[in-house]
Protein backbone atom coordinates (compact mmCIF):
# COMPACT_ATOMS: atom_id res chain seq x y z
CA UNK A 1 0.00 0.00 0.00
CA UNK A 2 1.36 3.38 -0.46
CA UNK A 3 2.19 6.07 1.96
CA UNK A 4 3.51 9.51 2.64
CA UNK A 5 5.99 10.51 5.29
CA UNK A 6 6.31 14.13 6.02
CA UNK A 7 9.59 14.11 8.89
CA UNK A 8 9.12 17.73 9.92
CA UNK A 9 5.82 18.62 11.71
CA UNK A 10 6.24 22.41 12.03
CA UNK A 11 8.88 24.69 10.51
CA UNK A 12 9.90 27.91 11.29
CA UNK A 13 11.57 30.48 8.68
CA UNK A 14 12.03 33.73 8.19
CA UNK A 15 10.09 36.22 5.47
CA UNK A 16 12.43 36.02 2.49
CA UNK A 17 14.37 33.30 3.15
CA UNK A 18 14.38 30.03 1.08
CA UNK A 19 11.97 26.93 2.01
CA UNK A 20 11.83 23.56 1.49
CA UNK A 21 9.60 21.16 2.95
CA UNK A 22 10.47 17.40 2.65
CA UNK A 23 8.17 14.47 1.28
CA UNK A 24 8.93 10.72 1.07
CA UNK A 25 6.21 8.14 -0.54
CA UNK A 26 6.36 4.20 -1.21
CA UNK A 27 4.39 3.27 -3.94
CA UNK A 28 5.01 0.03 -6.25
CA UNK A 29 4.64 2.05 -9.39
CA UNK A 30 5.54 5.16 -10.96
CA UNK A 31 3.89 7.62 -8.55
CA UNK A 32 1.34 10.73 -8.71
CA UNK A 33 2.49 12.94 -6.39
CA UNK A 34 0.53 16.19 -5.15
CA UNK A 35 1.24 19.25 -2.73
CA UNK A 36 -1.94 20.53 -0.82
CA UNK A 37 -1.83 23.46 1.22
CA UNK A 38 -4.18 24.29 3.80
CA UNK A 39 -4.72 27.55 5.36
CA UNK A 40 -6.53 28.18 9.00
CA UNK A 41 -9.99 27.19 8.94
CA UNK A 42 -10.04 26.06 5.16
CA UNK A 43 -9.35 23.27 2.58
CA UNK A 44 -7.14 22.01 0.65
CA UNK A 45 -5.94 23.97 -2.31
CA UNK A 46 -4.00 21.87 -4.58
CA UNK A 47 -0.06 23.96 -5.44
CA UNK A 48 1.22 21.87 -7.93
CA UNK A 49 1.56 17.92 -9.20
CA UNK A 50 3.74 15.08 -10.67
CA UNK A 51 2.36 12.89 -13.34
CA UNK A 52 5.39 12.27 -15.40
CA UNK A 53 8.24 13.98 -17.69
CA UNK A 54 10.16 16.64 -16.40
CA UNK A 55 10.89 16.17 -12.74
CA UNK A 56 11.10 19.71 -12.19
CA UNK A 57 7.58 20.99 -11.57
CA UNK A 58 6.17 24.02 -11.05
CA UNK A 59 3.08 25.39 -9.49
CA UNK A 60 0.62 27.97 -8.49
CA UNK A 61 2.04 30.79 -5.86
CA UNK A 62 5.73 30.44 -6.65
CA UNK A 63 6.45 26.75 -5.55
CA UNK A 64 8.14 24.42 -7.06
CA UNK A 65 8.52 21.03 -6.55
CA UNK A 66 11.22 17.85 -7.67
CA UNK A 67 10.56 14.35 -8.07
CA UNK A 68 13.53 12.27 -7.58
CA UNK A 69 12.99 8.76 -7.75
CA UNK A 70 16.25 7.31 -6.27
CA UNK A 71 15.14 9.11 -3.25
CA UNK A 72 11.60 8.15 -3.45
CA UNK A 73 11.24 12.44 -2.30
CA UNK A 74 9.17 14.80 -3.88
CA UNK A 75 10.48 18.17 -1.56
CA UNK A 76 8.22 21.27 -2.46
CA UNK A 77 10.48 24.60 -2.64
CA UNK A 78 9.70 28.08 -2.60
CA UNK A 79 13.08 30.61 -2.86
CA UNK A 80 11.30 33.87 -0.93
CA UNK A 81 8.45 33.03 1.28
CA UNK A 82 6.12 35.73 2.10
CA UNK A 83 3.89 35.84 5.28
CA UNK A 84 0.90 34.62 3.64
CA UNK A 85 2.22 31.40 2.96
CA UNK A 86 1.80 30.63 6.62
CA UNK A 87 -0.02 27.28 6.69
CA UNK A 88 -0.01 23.69 6.20
CA UNK A 89 1.24 21.95 3.62
CA UNK A 90 0.28 18.05 2.58
CA UNK A 91 1.81 15.92 0.18
CA UNK A 92 -0.09 12.97 -1.07
CA UNK A 93 0.43 10.30 -3.21
CA UNK A 94 -2.20 8.81 -5.98
CA UNK A 95 -3.26 5.65 -6.73
CA UNK A 96 -5.12 5.31 -9.97
CA UNK A 97 -8.62 3.92 -9.54
CA UNK A 98 -10.60 1.86 -11.90
CA UNK A 99 -12.47 4.74 -12.89
CA UNK A 100 -9.44 7.09 -14.11
CA UNK A 101 -9.10 9.11 -11.17
CA UNK A 102 -7.04 8.89 -8.17
CA UNK A 103 -7.41 7.95 -4.43
CA UNK A 104 -4.95 10.13 -2.23
CA UNK A 105 -3.20 8.95 0.41
CA UNK A 106 -1.93 11.91 2.35
CA UNK A 107 0.76 13.01 4.57
CA UNK A 108 0.04 13.92 8.42
CA UNK A 109 1.28 17.59 7.18
CA UNK A 110 4.07 20.37 7.76
CA UNK A 111 2.95 23.27 9.86
CA UNK A 112 4.84 26.65 8.10
CA UNK A 113 5.30 29.66 10.38
CA UNK A 114 6.73 32.83 8.78
CA UNK A 115 8.78 35.22 11.71
CA UNK A 116 9.06 38.73 10.09
CA UNK B 1 -17.92 27.39 -10.76
CA UNK B 2 -18.66 27.89 -6.55
CA UNK B 3 -16.52 24.89 -5.22
CA UNK B 4 -17.64 22.15 -3.29
CA UNK B 5 -19.78 23.05 -0.95
CA UNK B 6 -20.20 22.08 2.47
CA UNK B 7 -22.42 22.39 5.49
CA UNK B 8 -22.80 23.31 8.40
CA UNK B 9 -19.63 24.63 8.56
CA UNK B 10 -19.74 24.20 12.11
CA UNK B 11 -21.25 21.75 14.31
CA UNK B 12 -21.90 20.91 18.26
CA UNK B 13 -24.48 18.11 19.19
CA UNK B 14 -24.90 16.09 22.43
CA UNK B 15 -23.42 12.93 22.37
CA UNK B 16 -25.85 10.24 21.27
CA UNK B 17 -27.85 12.72 18.81
CA UNK B 18 -27.55 12.12 15.39
CA UNK B 19 -25.42 14.21 12.83
CA UNK B 20 -25.54 15.02 8.93
CA UNK B 21 -23.01 16.39 7.04
CA UNK B 22 -23.87 17.56 3.73
CA UNK B 23 -22.25 17.94 0.78
CA UNK B 24 -22.65 19.28 -3.00
CA UNK B 25 -19.68 18.34 -5.34
CA UNK B 26 -18.51 20.61 -8.41
CA UNK B 27 -21.20 19.98 -11.35
CA UNK B 28 -19.19 17.42 -14.18
CA UNK B 29 -16.89 15.85 -11.67
CA UNK B 30 -17.52 11.88 -11.07
CA UNK B 31 -15.95 11.07 -8.18
CA UNK B 32 -16.64 11.69 -4.40
CA UNK B 33 -14.14 11.93 -1.71
CA UNK B 34 -14.96 12.19 2.56
CA UNK B 35 -12.24 12.74 4.57
CA UNK B 36 -12.10 13.29 7.87
CA UNK B 37 -8.98 15.22 9.75
CA UNK B 38 -7.49 15.25 13.23
CA UNK B 39 -4.58 15.75 15.00
CA UNK B 40 -3.99 12.80 16.26
CA UNK B 41 -4.92 10.71 12.68
CA UNK B 42 -4.36 13.73 10.22
CA UNK B 43 -6.54 13.44 7.12
CA UNK B 44 -8.00 9.72 6.83
CA UNK B 45 -10.56 9.18 3.68
CA UNK B 46 -13.28 7.49 5.25
CA UNK B 47 -15.50 6.53 1.48
CA UNK B 48 -15.65 7.50 -2.12
CA UNK B 49 -18.44 7.55 -4.03
CA UNK B 50 -18.15 6.91 -8.19
CA UNK B 51 -20.72 7.95 -10.05
CA UNK B 52 -23.21 8.26 -7.05
CA UNK B 53 -21.93 4.27 -6.44
CA UNK B 54 -20.03 3.78 -3.24
CA UNK B 55 -16.62 1.99 -3.83
CA UNK B 56 -14.94 1.76 -1.17
CA UNK B 57 -15.98 2.44 2.55
CA UNK B 58 -13.20 0.76 4.10
CA UNK B 59 -12.17 3.86 5.97
CA UNK B 60 -15.64 4.13 7.50
CA UNK B 61 -14.33 3.84 11.52
CA UNK B 62 -17.56 2.08 12.34
CA UNK B 63 -21.04 0.96 12.06
CA UNK B 64 -22.33 4.63 13.64
CA UNK B 65 -21.27 5.96 10.06
CA UNK B 66 -22.95 5.75 6.88
CA UNK B 67 -22.82 7.98 3.64
CA UNK B 68 -24.78 8.57 0.56
CA UNK B 69 -24.90 9.95 -2.87
CA UNK B 70 -28.34 9.79 -3.87
CA UNK B 71 -27.50 12.21 -7.08
CA UNK B 72 -25.10 13.38 -8.85
CA UNK B 73 -24.94 17.04 -6.86
CA UNK B 74 -25.59 15.72 -3.24
CA UNK B 75 -23.90 13.47 -0.64
CA UNK B 76 -24.78 13.07 2.80
CA UNK B 77 -22.31 11.58 5.73
CA UNK B 78 -24.46 10.72 8.71
CA UNK B 79 -22.81 9.65 12.73
CA UNK B 80 -25.87 7.80 14.56
CA UNK B 81 -25.22 8.07 17.63
CA UNK B 82 -22.51 10.42 17.61
CA UNK B 83 -19.80 9.79 20.40
CA UNK B 84 -17.00 12.79 21.60
CA UNK B 85 -14.49 10.63 19.64
CA UNK B 86 -15.98 11.82 16.57
CA UNK B 87 -15.14 15.14 16.90
CA UNK B 88 -13.26 16.70 13.82
CA UNK B 89 -13.07 18.31 10.69
CA UNK B 90 -14.58 16.66 8.07
CA UNK B 91 -14.20 17.08 4.28
CA UNK B 92 -15.87 16.64 1.30
CA UNK B 93 -14.14 16.56 -2.14
CA UNK B 94 -14.81 16.09 -5.69
CA UNK B 95 -12.47 14.93 -8.96
CA UNK B 96 -13.54 14.54 -12.20
CA UNK B 97 -12.32 11.86 -14.37
CA UNK B 98 -9.28 13.41 -15.69
CA UNK B 99 -6.46 12.74 -13.21
CA UNK B 100 -4.42 15.67 -13.93
CA UNK B 101 -6.44 17.84 -12.48
CA UNK B 102 -7.14 16.22 -8.98
CA UNK B 103 -9.31 16.67 -6.21
CA UNK B 104 -11.16 20.38 -4.97
CA UNK B 105 -12.10 20.53 -1.19
CA UNK B 106 -14.96 22.02 0.23
CA UNK B 107 -14.05 24.03 3.49
CA UNK B 108 -14.98 21.17 5.73
CA UNK B 109 -17.37 20.49 8.65
CA UNK B 110 -16.20 21.21 12.44
CA UNK B 111 -17.89 18.75 14.37
CA UNK B 112 -17.63 18.75 18.17
CA UNK B 113 -19.74 16.40 20.08
CA UNK B 114 -19.87 17.07 23.93
Known amino acids: AQSVTQPDIHITVSEGASLELRCNYSYGATPYLFWYVQSPGQGLQLLLK??????LVQGIKGFEAEFKRSQSSFNLRKPSVHWSDAAEYFCAVGHRTNFGNEKLTFGTGTRLTIIP | DAGVIQSPRHEVTEMGQEVTLRCKPI?????LFWYRQTMMRGLELLIY????????DSGMPEDRFSAKMPNASFSTLKIQPSEPRDSAVYFC????????????FGSGTRLTVV
Open chain 1, 50 to 55: YFSGDT
Open chain 2, 93 to 104: ASSPRDRARGYT
Open chain 2, 49 to 56: FNNNVPID
Open chain 2, 27 to 31: SGHNS
